[in-house]
């Protein structure tokens, strides 16, 4: 049994499917290139697979990992491409190499968002630090049950940097991977509570990369 | 992508549907291109991406080097109303480019009730969806599948109906239009020539002389159009393209799985039934062909089902062989193998045995009929002690779930064949008693009616309908007689049966009612979400048209039928006489043991048909 860990990007149009149906995807696809995964045990075996921290559907990745078990002991280079040319447009395998840290040890998400504006507002930079700068940053969010409930993001969103290219505004944070998981929609939040004008027409997100609690990259 | 349609997919539910990218999908050059085709479903992604012919003939228009052949499928209504509201045209999912830039808009239609969807899309785009209003070459409307079995109500709208199979037929009909298109021909010049090629119908070359009660008086061809129009069909299967590479959706569809066709043509004849006469003659395809085209399907798609499709799949000829042929691969690479239409019997359950370790599904009979009378007058030829045979192999191999299907308001039908179902259910759970292993388990039995509607091309294509009430009457006769516990009893809603009776025989006026329901909305009509009996009740009434001319009327061997247009290959004289012997209440019996002579195998050049050759060989022995 061989444990993988697979670095991969989601990017383009299959953003826009669901963290399950991506796990289908991955199902068929190590089938069609004939890799065989180890299978849970049961009346509905399925296949050993885990990508520890789901993307939104409509948010892009640079930096997603799925970790598998292998039956057969294959070098990471071949899994790589064997597995290449049997996926879906749009999902591209960046990375193969032994799960030696578990993924529970990811603290923080690099988050870029891509901000569009009809125009831009008034110093949109300071006004975003002022923003992550504040002492509290309290969003709502929907829980399980359906009602609203407070939290303060404070601490767990972090500035890194800001820049205006383009059509659009670049802002890149570290967004808390878990206790408590922020989610790219909470920051877009918290502009409407606190600066409206800072809320684009439209805006994207991608993941860029993956980091322990020390913000070192988490491989 | 724009960012105004990456906005709304973040809006709406499931946008994998509304991307395309899918593993195998065909990409093609657009400089290369000569004819670019939109290939329109009228119905959701999850249904269309399930849909064997649509992947034959996505595949079969993509082999010609010149067509890049794309995806069309109608958005549910959260996506509809962001399009429409920010004036987004529909889309091929392959480019993204919108249903105007394509040359060819080819739909396919399998039910009645997406006929408004048809117009919708095109709507949708900025087409007109009115057939005249359609001036070049351009845009042109083509539509196959049974929607063609009875083109008259929708040939306002469409160009050109495909009848019978199109795996010959799409491509030389685009070979055609590339010829057109490189001389520039006016649409008139090309559809005149289109309607040369077999199993073409060009609504615009015929008129119609009606009489006095506004039955159709003649058909009048002109420019030397056909008449009537036969049928295409494929001599032999084994011969052209199967598509062992299906795109393979990146999300959940309705069939996940791989789809074996095993053969075309049906030996049952059941008088109902309009599949059953109207994809003859009888062709199998080589068990050897299908084991191939599995393996190689599974391989290129990584699906973990097969799926053998057919009428009967026991009147498969090679089903043993091929069962055992492919079992060996699926244990080998754990994949299921499922058999639907499946007549149980001692061998069929040890095969289900074999083909699912584990789970035990239900199995489901459909009856049809509640009494052996009616099942003679219908040609359904079962009896109820071959249903309580099944039903005792059944629950001796420990099934414990049975399903029941029947129709109500079958030509013929009284009260005592109602009553006769529960009855039958009674029995099966008397059998159940009896035989089965573990009575700690229990018993479940599902009885469902739907209401019969007759189809053209049947040997019931002249009978009446019966009406909402009448349906009602005759659910609560049988809801009334059903005493045993283990039995629930399901109903399909009779207001869709209506509906769908008025466009399965509709005439040529039919064509103004679709077009007013779909101005009053009406779309996406096979959901229950989405339909609305009143609206086409209106649509009729603002036509001067009235429910009791297309539903609740004998019609006359004699009258001419909007739908002879159209000849599928069994002759009417057939029709007539398998007409009569129901009200006799006689059976015909299986054309695999006697040749009945329909007339089928005359659509083949060779003279070809299963049913013919077997029977003969039979009569030798």
Known sequence: MEKKRLRFQKTGNIAFISHLDLMHTFSRAFSRAGLALKYSEGFNPRPVMSSPFPLSVGQESLCEILDITLKNDIPDDEIKEMLSSKLPEGIKITAVYDQTLKSSLVKWIGVQ????????????????????????????????????????????????????????CLLNTYLSASDPTVNPVGVISAFEKYDPELVPEYYTVTRTELYDRDLNIFR | MTDDLRAVLNKVQKPARYVGGEYNQIIKDKKDIDVRVAFCFPDTYEIGMSNLGMSILYKTMNSLPYVWCERVFAPWGDMYREMKERQLPLYGLESGDSLGDFDVIAFSVGYEMAYTTVLDMLDMSGIPYRREERNGLKNLVVAGGTISLNPAPMADFIDVFFVGEGEELDNEFLALYKEAKDNGLGKYEFLKKASQIRGVYVPALYDIEYNEDMTIKRFLPKEGAPFPVRK?????????????????????????????????????????????FT??????????????????????????????????????????????????FCEERSVGLSLPSLRVDNFSIDLMEKVQKVRKSGLTFAVEGGSQRLRDAINKNVTEEEVMNSCRIAFEGGWNTIKLYYMLGLPTENDEDIRGIAEMSDKVQYTWRTYTRNRKRGLKITVSTSCFIPKPHTPFQWEKQVGMEEYLRKVNILRDSIKAKSVTYNWHDAETSVVEGILSRGDFRI??????VFKKGGRLEAWFEYFDLNRWLEALDENGLSLDFYLFRDRAYEEVLPWDIIDV???????????????????????????????AFTLTEGGYCYGKEKAALSKDR
């Open chain 2, 279 to 328: 994809y003859r003659p009888i062709r199998m395809k080589d068990s050897e062909t299908l084991r191939r085209q599995g393996v190689e399907a599974v391989n290129s798609t990584g699906h973990n089902e097969i799926t053998l499709l057919s009428l009967s799949t026991s009147d498969y000829c090679e089903l043993e062989k091929l069962c055992d042929g492919l079992l060996k």
């Open chain 2, 511 to 516: 064509g103004n009612v679709i077009e007013s």
């Open chain 2, 232 to 276: 295409r069909v494929i001599e032999d299967l084994d011969s052209v393209p199967f598509p062992t590479d299906p795109i393979v959706p990146n999300t959940e569809v309705i069939h996940d799985r791989i789809s074996l066709e095993l053969f075309r043509g049906c030996f049952r004849g059941c008088r109902f039934c309009q599949a059953g």
């Open chain 1, 113 to 168: 968002f891509r901000l569009k504006y009809k125009k831009a507002p008034d110093e949109c930079e300071n006004r975003i630090r002022a923003l992550f700068d504040r002492e509290e940053i309290v969003i709502s969010k929907r829980t399980k049950s359906g009602a609203l409930s407070d939290t303060d993001i404070k601490g767990n969103a972090l500035f890194k940097s800001f820049e205006i290219s383009e059509d659009s």
């Open chain 2, 569 to 599: 290959g069994v002759l009417k004289g057939f029709l007539i006489t398998e007409n009569k012997k129901a009200h006799r209440n006689e059976l015909t019996g299986d054309c695999g043991e006697r040749c009945l002579g329909c007339g």
